[in-house]
């Protein structure tokens, strides 16, 4: 069952912009949180956003800070990552993750559901 389906990626130049969308099909409701990460070739995941249901409270990567936004449409049951003014540096696979635990994190094992991971390329 596809819990997690990431859309919105793609190319773009440097200082562009892209908004990722996380539709959550395989969940009745509203994880209680839901994060992005990234994975670049040759370098471990890392925690992009988190974003908590519940009173919308958001946690960012220092990298990110900023510059990208998480924000969610619960009765869509959709997490959104805006992200602005993009570096090359920001290239890498995207993936959205849900978490069981209403607690802000930037760490993959905390989550339990991924989705299968979307690809942006930024070109300087």
């Known amino acids: 069952q596809v819990h997690l389906v990431e859309s919105g990626g793609g190319s773009v130049q440097a200082g562009g912009s892209l908004r990722l969308s996380c539709e959550a099909p395989?969940?009745?409701?509203?994880?209680?949180?839901m994060g992005w990460f990234r994975q670049a070739p040759g370098k471990e995941r890392e925690g992009v956003a988190s974003?908590?249901?519940?009173?919308?409270?958001?946690y960012y990567h220092d990298s990110v800070k900023g510059r990208f936004t998480i924000s969610q449409d619960i009765a869509r049951n959709t997490v959104y990552l805006q992200m602005d003014s993009l570096k090359p540096e920001d290239t890498a696979m995207y993936y959205c993750?849900?978490?069981?635990?209403?607690?802000?994190?930037?760490?993959?094992?905390?989550?339990?559901?991924w989705g299968q991971g979307i690809q942006v390329t930024v070109s300087s």
């Open positions: 993750a849900a978490s069981d635990i209403a607690t802000l994190s930037l760490l993959a094992r905390d989550y339990t559901y």
């Open positions: 395989g969940f009745k409701y509203s994880k209680p949180c």
């Open positions: 974003i908590v249901s519940a009173g919308g409270r958001t």
